[in-house]
């Protein structure tokens, strides 16, 4: 069975701090990690995918197969980066469904 | 052009009643997905679609939930005889040929039922 977790359920730095994020993942194949985001009163949407190896809004995340871990990294938050995070993976092949973890509630202070 | 829209937006149920949920996906997206998010988890996969066919229903709790997406776009998702641990946000996300593992979300469905 595959799993996603994210250990931390809030997380809250101060604006210019570099913030992670973690997520660690079970899956005994090859899955496609991805990165969601939801920022207040707006829909899930993709941040980044580990596959497409880009950074987005100063966000990057390296898969870590030996650590099962595809931690989110910025070392520079911005108060705007304030939302909550989902790690997901899918296991690939023909079937895209997406497991999540529970989600990091990300706080950037002014 | 238009994203994945969903109505109704919030539905209030009283315990045994029917109720659906529909899902309108971007235009010619192939993929269809829909997933229930309880209150401070993730969301949880459901059911899946390509086209019209329904493809994996592994995650539907029970035999009170049903999908249906008969033309290959609109998709209902309906729930029978609603308990009150099917009170959640119903999530509806479609995706593309081109981009297989971009899934697009709507912005749910809360669904409480009392």
């Known amino acids: 069975a595959q799993r996603v977790t994210q250990p931390e359920k809030l997380l809250s730095v101060f604006k210019g701090a570099p913030v992670e994020l973690k997520c660690n993942y079970s899956y005994s194949g090859s899955p496609e990690l991805f990165w969601y985001v939801q920022y207040s009163r707006q829909r899930l949407q993709l941040l980044l995918r580990h596959i497409s190896r880009e950074s987005i809004k100063g966000f990057t995340a390296d898969l870590n197969k030996g650590e099962t871990s595809f931690h989110l990294k910025k070392p520079f938050a911005q108060e705007e980066d304030s939302a909550m995070y989902y790690c997901?993976?899918?296991?690939?092949?023909?079937?895209?469904?997406?497991?999540f973890g529970k989600g990091t509630l990300l706080t950037v202070n002014p | 052009g238009a994203g994945v829209s969903q109505s109704p937006r919030y539905k209030v149920a009283k315990r045994g009643q029917d109720v659906a949920l529909r899902c309108d996906p971007i235009s010619g997206h192939v993929s269809l997905f829909w997933y229930q998010q309880a209150l401070g988890q993730g969301p949880e996969f459901l059911t899946y679609f390509q086209n019209e066919a329904q493809l994996d229903k592994s995650g539907l709790p029970s035999d009170r939930f049903f999908a249906e997406r008969p033309e290959g776009s609109v998709s209902t998702l309906k729930i029978q005889r609603t308990q009150q641990e099917d009170s959640a946000v119903y999530l509806c996300a479609s995706s593309g040929r081109t981009s297989v593992y971009e899934q697009y979300f709507g912005p749910g469905t809360r669904l409480t039922v009392t």
């Open positions: 997901a993976l899918t296991s690939g092949g023909s079937n895209y469904k997406l497991t």
